[in-house]
């Protein structure tokens, strides 16, 4: 009997001293080499002597329709946007290309294809759909965007190896800290997606909002001019994103794997 509560004593000890070392190693801080400080903090909160910007951006235009009808709020509203374009999508919309960049707008490249066991097969394929997307554009309007957005932001593709590459080619990476989930269901009732657009917004003092204009998105069409009095009433100045612009992509760690291995 004593041999087994020393058993169970010892047991137990054990156990004390495995709950300790593993406590310890998780409070140990991430190196600062593991994460790139180049990036602009995408959740940077708001002080009071700090200057509230908002970027709206459109991915996986041109469409047909409601990129117009897009282009017509903003005109209305008096305010611009980013539009990431896919460049397969161009031929036989190019009067939209031209309006988004006629109207002042800011125009980037989201890839030729927008196929992920496409784009994300290799670093080089990534690049050259990039190249192909500004080929795209610039038979348009005689420009050649170097701003880009990753199908599905950049958070399980990006690497430091993958970012100097796409230095290199001049490219500058962007993605968003505010979502309103158009992409994910273009269906959301235009309250949902308004709600999903400003809320939390108020925590951050640049905003870079994600949204969509495909033929699905006709609700977002419908949220849209709330979303942008919204803001307005809230004391943002709306800018687009240009080269000038700080890169704003999300954090990039070691522990991510790497770019474009286990990409279906």
Request: proline share 3%.
């Amino acid at each position: 009997m004593k041999n087994r509560i020393k058993f169970f004593l010892f047991l137990l000890s054990g156990l004390f001293v495995i709950f300790i070392c593993v406590k310890n190693v998780s409070a140990i801080p991430i190196s600062s080499n593991e994460t790139t400080s180049e990036n602009y903090d995408l959740d940077k909160k708001v002080s009071h002597d700090m200057k509230k910007v908002i970027y709206l951006t459109f991915d996986d235009g041109p469409s047909y329709k409601v990129t117009d009808r897009v282009l017509d709020i903003l005109k209305e509203k008096d305010v611009k946007g980013t539009f990431f374009l896919i460049g397969s999508q161009i031929e036989g919309r190019e009067e939209v290309v031209k309006r988004i960049y006629d109207e002042e707008n800011s125009i980037g490249l989201h890839t030729y294809t927008h196929k992920f066991n496409k784009i994300y097969c290799s670093e080089d394929k990534f690049i050259q759909e990039m190249l192909a997307c500004r080929i795209q554009i610039n038979n348009v309007i005689g420009i050649s965007p170097n701003i880009i957005r990753f199908p599905g932001g950049s958070s399980k593709h990006l690497n430091n190896r993958c970012l100097k590459k796409l230095h290199d080619n001049n490219f500058k990476v962007y993605d968003w800290n505010m979502d309103n989930t158009d992409g994910l269901n273009p269906k959301l009732s235009p309250y949902s997606l308004y709600r999903k657009a400003t809320k939390g917004s108020e925590k951050l003092s640049k905003v870079i909002l994600l949204l969509h204009c495909t033929d699905m998105n006709n609700n977002t069409c419908e949220a849209l001019p709330e979303i942008i009095e919204y803001y307005k009433s809230q004391g943002y100045e709306f800018k687009t994103i240009t080269e000038e612009t700080q890169e704003l992509y999300f954090p990039i760690s070691r522990r991510t794997f790497t770019f474009f291995e286990n990409i279906i």
